[in-house]
């Protein structure tokens, strides 16, 4: 039996399946009936052979019709019992309502006294009469089962829009009202939206304000720009106002809005009968026809302003008139005047006048008068030498503009034609040479310059050859020969001969020299009556020339050779004496002149025989009595150092110069030791290298030739030597040499002295050099500082703190190390001595009870402090 049931269900569910697979089949049949839009409201055609069928958006199907109307959701009944089925509006669906006095699913429960209780939150009231639902706000009926639409009765105003709610309403206003209902009128004036004092214009959902003057805006809140629009003219600068603007007018303008020029001319500013144009804040003065000129016609002209000289005359000014200067060829007051032809010689520099008149000069007019340049050149023509050019050949060509040398040679022009300095080729090691640098020089390839002589090549007729260029201290066709001389004090060097030049020629004396000494004698040339004397004195090169009885000229250089470097001095002697010292280290006055006293005498310095060099001999000339005049002539102490490049006229003194009869003191080359590499000053003292020795500048407390010992000592003065003459006598003391000065004798004091005789001595402590508290000592031509404990230094400049505390730790530690060996010494000592009288001495009971009871080796009393120490 269960079988049979399970048999007939599946028949049942493949019966189902089949027909459904059928409906599906007619539905997706190709039939006219579906190819319409039949179908509303998104339903979709099932096409079934003849018939169509719509199967709508929601579930329900509706038969032969087209969706077009809706299916009554109740039609199925699906409200049970006593319950009434009701649609809900507007939606697919039904709602059950029972019968009053009924409630629950079915309706078949009996209701309370309200029936079947109040709907919708309403409350029951039954005391007192009859039992009524109070139905909250929206609702109605006897159970609140009504809706109600308060938007019915239209409580919104003013175009609000009412929206119902289940208790109630609301109104949605449109702007500018406002309240329950929207029938209350929004003012938008009330937030005084409007700025700068405007006036607010309330208006339905908006408001407007009225902008007082000068401002703008939704709420006048810009300021308006009167300046926008530029009102202000010819440059002026307009000012922004509230409401208003102002103009700034630029000089000469006026007006409000500086539309108004000003006239300048109105104060007739031009002078001298100038006319005055007025112009844009300014004026302008024309001095035309009055013989003035300036801004304001106030300078009178020149008298050469007009140009009135002719033929290009060079005019020239004076105070009141002008004077022309005429060209060759021209005469007249204004060189208005032609003169005949070549007769007054117009040609310059060699050139040749060719007269146009002549026969020659018409046939050469045309060939020549293009190359004159000068139009009214009617009568000569100038044919100029090579080189020149111009009316009457007074221009040079300039040959270089075409580069003529070549390999990078420089083109200097003359008036001659042109030179080219040829360089020299350092990569290929090459000397070009020729007239345009274009040959290759071979005169240093195998005659090299000696001791770093500079080779120069040249070639003379196809012949190449080479000059040297020596450095300081050597001479000679390739540099091999010395020309340094060392001088070791007490020495000289005798030159016997000398050259006569002509009186106007002059001569030259010069010289290298190194040397510390303050003072030395450097030259000395002529005799007693006649000599120039070349010195060095308080470490200035001076020049001393006497000439007979005439004043004795002295010049001097104020810069400081003492110094142990080489120095070039030079000694010129021509219509005036000119000594100049010739270092690049020289600043300020670096040559002295003075009128020449040979000059009135007819002789010549050069003319002067026998020179010395470094000194001056002390005794008898091995030659004869020729210089027993010289001996007795002061001058400074010989010289210790050496001499360099002597060149007397056009003679070079060299080592070969150099002989045993006519020196002494005197070796070729410069040999100085270098006596402080030792460091022979002590206790931080200064070593001076004095060529032939040293000296130590001490340090206090410290003194001695080593820093060791010594005191300081006053400096001597120096001797006076006697100025005069039949005018003026005077004594030159301290040293200061007798000077003719602008005709009259003057002290020309040394270093370190002043005054009219050179006898007052210069205070350099004047300026408080010593520093730290150092007392400063005045001594010639310096100064001496006596520095303050701890300090030292040439100025006191140097803080030795830190090394005197140094010392101190230095000096405590050396004297506790001797007292701790002196103690141990003396304790060794006492332990001897104690051992020695143990052995050999006697012991006396009487002597050890003499002051008072017997007292026992166990009850001794300690030594006393001093004793124990001991």
Same mark, same amino acid.
């Given at each position: 039996?269960?079988?049979?049931?399970?048999?007939?269900?599946?028949?049942?569910?493949?019966?189902?399946?089949?027909?459904?697979?059928?409906?599906?089949?007619?539905?997706?049949?190709?039939?006219?009936?579906?190819?319409?839009?039949?179908?509303?409201?998104?339903?979709?055609?099932?096409?079934?052979?003849?018939?169509?069928?719509?199967?709508?958006?929601?579930?329900?199907?509706?038969?032969?019709?087209?969706?077009?109307?809706?299916?009554?959701?109740?039609?199925?009944?699906?409200?049970?019992?006593?319950?009434?089925?009701?649609?809900?509006?507007?939606?697919?669906?039904?709602?059950?309502?029972?019968?009053?006095?009924?409630?629950?699913?079915?309706?078949?429960?009996?209701?309370?006294?309200?029936?079947?209780?109040?709907?919708?939150?309403?409350?029951?009231?039954?005391?007192?009469?009859?039992?009524?639902?109070?139905?909250?706000?929206?609702?109605?009926?006897?159970?609140?089962?009504? $809706?109600?639409?308060?938007?019915?009765?239209?409580?919104?105003?003013?175009?609000?829009?009412?929206?119902?709610?289940?208790?109630?309403?609301?109104?949605?206003?449109?702007?500018?009202?406002?309240?329950?209902?929207?029938?209350?009128?929004?003012?938008?004036?009330?937030?005084?939206?409007?700025?700068?004092?405007?006036?607010?214009?309330?208006?339905?959902?908006?408001?407007?304000?009225?902008?007082?003057?000068?401002?703008?805006?939704?709420?006048?809140?810009?300021?308006?720009?009167?300046?926008?629009?530029?009102?202000?003219?010819?440059?002026?600068?307009?000012?922004?106002?509230?409401?208003?603007?102002?103009?700034?007018?630029?000089?000469?303008?006026?007006?409000?809005?500086?539309?108004?020029?000003?006239?300048?001319?109105?104060?007739?500013?031009?002078?001298?009968?100038?006319?005055?144009?007025?112009?844009?804040?300014?004026?302008?003065?024309?001095?035309?026809?009055?013989?003035?000129?300036?801004?304001?016609?106030?300078?009178?002209?020149?008298?050469?302003?007009?140009?009135?000289?002719?033929?290009?005359?060079?005019?020239?000014?004076?105070?009141?008139?002008?004077?022309?200067?005429?060209?060759?060829?021209?005469?007249?007051?204004?060189?208005?005047?032609?003169?005949?032809?070549?007769?007054?010689?117009?040609?310059?520099?060699?050139?040749?006048?060719?007269?146009?008149?002549?026969?020659?000069?018409?046939?050469?007019?045309?060939?020549?008068?293009?190359? /004159?340049?000068?139009?009214?050149?009617?009568?000569?023509?100038?044919?100029?030498?090579?080189?020149?050019?111009?009316?009457?050949?007074?221009?040079?060509? $300039?040959?270089?503009?075409?580069?003529?040398?070549?390999?990078?040679?420089?083109?200097?022009?003359?008036?001659?034609?042109?030179?080219?300095?040829?360089?020299?080729?350092?990569?290929?090691?090459?000397?070009?040479?020729?007239?345009?640098?274009?040959?290759?020089?071979?005169?240093?390839?195998?005659?090299?310059?000696?001791?770093?002589?500079?080779?120069?090549?040249?070639?003379?007729?196809?012949?190449?050859?080479?000059?040297?260029?020596?450095?300081?201290?050597?001479?000679?066709?390739?540099?091999?020969?010395? @020309? @340094?001389?060392?001088?070791?004090?007490?020495?000289?060097?005798?030159?016997?001969?000398?050259?006569?030049?002509?009186?106007?020629?002059?001569?030259?004396?010069?010289?290298?020299?190194?040397?510390?000494?303050?003072?030395?004698?450097?030259?000395?040339?002529?005799?007693?009556?006649?000599?120039?004397?070349?010195?060095?004195?308080?470490?200035?090169?001076?020049?001393?020339?006497?000439?007979?009885?005439?004043?004795?000229?002295?010049?001097?250089?104020?810069?400081?050779? +003492?110094?142990?470097?080489?120095?070039?001095?030079?000694?010129?002697?021509?219509?005036?004496?000119?000594?100049?010292?010739?270092?690049?280290?020289?600043?300020?006055?670096?040559?002295?002149?003075?009128?020449?006293?040979?000059?009135?005498?007819?002789?010549?310095?050069?003319?002067?025989?026998?020179?010395?060099?470094?000194?001056?001999?002390?005794?008898?000339?091995?030659?004869?009595?020729?210089?027993?005049?010289?001996?007795?002539?002061?001058?400074?102490?010989?010289?210790?150092?050496?001499?360099?490049?002597?060149?007397?006229?056009?003679?070079?003194?060299?080592?070969?110069?150099? /002989?045993?009869?006519?020196?002494?003191?005197?070796?070729?080359?410069?040999?100085?030791?270098?006596?402080?590499?030792?460091?022979?000053?002590?206790?931080?003292?200064?070593?001076?290298?004095?060529?032939?020795?040293?000296?130590?500048?001490?340090?206090?407390?410290?003194?001695?030739?080593?820093?060791?010992?010594?005191?300081?000592?006053?400096?001597?003065?120096?001797?006076?030597?006697?100025?005069?003459?039949?005018?003026?006598?005077?004594?030159?003391?301290?040293?200061?040499?007798?000077?003719?000065?602008?005709?009259?004798?003057?002290?020309?004091?040394?270093?370190?002295?002043?005054?009219?005789?050179?006898?007052?001595?210069?205070?350099?402590?004047?300026?408080?050099?010593?520093?730290?508290?150092?007392?400063?000592?005045?001594?010639?031509?310096?100064?001496?500082?006596?520095?303050?404990?701890?300090?030292?230094?040439?100025?006191?400049?140097?803080?030795?703190?830190?090394?005197?505390?140094?010392?101190?730790?230095?000096?405590?530690?050396?004297?506790?190390?001797?007292?701790?060996?002196?103690?141990?010494?003396?304790?060794?000592?006492?332990?001897?001595?104690?051992?020695?009288?143990? @052995?050999?001495?006697?012991? +006396?009971?009487?002597?050890?009870?003499?002051?008072?009871?017997?007292?026992?080796?166990?009850?001794?009393?300690?030594?006393?402090?001093?004793?124990?120490?001991?």
């Amino acid at each position: 039996m269960a079988l049979q049931t399970v048999n007939h269900r599946l028949l049942l569910c493949l019966s189902l399946s089949l027909l459904i697979s059928i409906k599906s089949s007619f539905c997706n049949k190709n039939d006219t009936k579906c190819l319409s839009d039949s179908c509303q409201k998104n339903s979709t055609c099932k096409d079934f052979s003849k018939d169509k069928s719509c199967r709508c958006s929601d579930t329900a199907v509706h038969g032969d019709k087209d969706c077009g109307e809706e299916e009554d959701p109740c039609l199925s009944s699906p409200c049970p019992g006593h319950a009434t089925c009701a649609r809900v509006p507007g939606e697919r669906r039904s709602r059950c309502r029972c019968p009053p006095g009924h409630s629950g699913a079915g309706c078949d429960t009996a209701a309370g006294p309200c029936g079947p209780s109040c709907l919708h939150g309403g409350v029951c009231h039954q005391d007192p009469g009859p039992p009524v639902c109070v139905c909250p706000a929206g609702y109605a009926g006897r159970f609140c089962e009504l $809706d109600l639409d308060e938007c019915a009765s239209s409580p919104c105003l003013h175009g609000a829009v009412c929206q119902d709610r289940g208790d109630g309403y609301s109104c949605f206003c449109v702007p500018g009202y406002q309240g329950r209902h929207c029938d209350v009128e929004v003012d938008e004036c009330v937030s005084e939206p409007c700025r700068n004092a405007a006036t607010c214009l309330n208006e339905i959902g908006r408001y407007t304000c009225l902008c007082p003057r000068g401002f703008s805006g939704v709420n006048c809140e810009l300021e308006v720009d009167e300046c926008w629009s530029q009102p202000c003219l010819n440059g002026a600068t307009c000012r922004d106002a509230v409401g208003a603007y102002f103009c700034d007018c630029a000089p000469g303008f006026l007006g409000d809005h500086c539309e108004l020029n000003t006239d300048e001319c109105a104060s007739a500013p031009c002078l001298h009968g100038g006319l005055c144009m007025d112009g844009a804040n300014r004026y302008s003065c024309t001095c035309a026809g009055s013989g003035f000129t300036g801004t304001r016609c106030e300078t009178l002209l020149p008298p050469c302003w007009s140009e009135p000289c002719h033929n290009n005359a060079i005019c020239e000014d004076s105070a009141d008139r002008y004077t022309c200067r005429c060209r060759p060829g021209y005469t007249g007051a204004q060189c208005e005047t032609d003169l005949d032809g070549c007769g007054s010689g117009p040609c310059q520099a060699g050139g040749r006048c060719v007269e146009l008149s002549s026969e020659t000069g018409r046939e050469r007019l045309a060939r020549l008068l293009s190359a /004159s340049r000068r139009p009214e050149a009617s009568r000569y023509v100038c044919i100029c030498p090579p080189g020149l050019t111009g009316v009457h050949c007074e221009e040079d060509v $300039d040959e270089c503009s075409s580069s003529p040398c070549r390999n990078g040679g420089t083109c200097e022009n003359s008036p001659e034609g042109y030179t080219c300095h040829c360089p020299f080729d350092p990569h290929s090691g090459v000397f070009f040479g020729g007239r345009d640098c274009s040959d290759i020089l071979l005169g240093c390839a195998d005659h090299p310059c000696l001791n770093n002589g500079t080779c120069v090549p040249h070639v003379h007729d196809g012949q190449h050859g080479f000059d040297c260029l020596c450095p300081p201290g050597y001479t000679g066709s390739r540099c091999g020969t010395v @020309t @340094t001389l060392s001088f070791l004090g007490s020495g000289f060097l005798w030159v016997s001969s000398g050259s006569a030049l002509a009186q106007d020629s002059g001569c030259t004396v010069a010289l290298r020299f190194q040397t510390v000494q303050p003072a030395a004698l450097l030259l000395f040339r002529g005799d007693r009556d006649a000599f120039v004397m070349l010195e060095v004195l308080a470490g200035f090169v001076h020049l001393t020339v006497q000439v007979s009885d005439q004043p004795k000229v002295v010049l001097l250089i104020p810069h400081d050779t +003492s110094d142990g470097g080489w120095h070039a001095v030079e000694a010129t002697f021509a219509e005036a004496v000119t000594l100049a010292l010739r270092d690049d280290s020289c600043m300020g006055t670096c040559v002295a002149r003075a009128p020449s006293p040979f000059e009135s005498d007819g002789s010549s310095a050069c003319a002067l025989q026998n020179s010395f060099l470094g000194g001056l001999p002390e005794g008898r000339a091995h030659s004869g009595d020729a210089l027993l005049n010289v001996y007795r002539i002061p001058s400074a102490p010989s010289l210790v150092g050496c001499l360099q490049d002597v060149h007397l006229d056009s003679n070079a003194i060299t080592a070969e110069n150099v /002989s045993s009869d006519q020196s002494l003191n005197v070796k070729a080359g410069c040999a100085r030791k270098d006596w402080c590499e030792s460091q022979p000053c002590r206790n931080r003292g200064r070593c001076l290298n004095l060529w032939l020795g040293h000296r130590c500048e001490c340090y206090r407390p410290y003194r001695g030739r080593s820093c060791h010992g010594g005191r300081f000592c006053r400096y001597l003065r120096l001797p006076s030597t006697v100025c005069g003459n039949e005018k003026a006598n005077l004594t030159c003391y301290n040293g200061g040499n007798c000077t003719a000065f602008q005709g009259e004798m003057k002290c020309a004091c040394g270093p370190g002295f002043t005054g009219e005789r050179c006898d007052k001595d210069i205070d350099e402590c004047a300026s408080d050099p010593c520093l730290h508290g150092g007392r400063c000592h005045d001594l010639l031509n310096g100064f001496r500082c006596v520095c303050a404990l701890a300090f030292a230094g040439p100025r006191c400049e140097l803080d030795l703190a830190d090394d005197l505390l140094s010392d101190v730790f230095t000096a405590i530690g050396s004297v506790t190390l001797a007292l701790l060996l002196i103690l141990f010494l003396a304790v060794v000592a006492s332990v001897l001595a104690s051992n020695k009288r143990a @052995t050999q001495g006697s012991y +006396s009971p009487s002597r050890q009870e003499k002051d008072g009871s017997r007292v026992e080796m166990w009850s001794v009393m300690d030594a006393p402090a001093a004793e124990r120490l001991i």
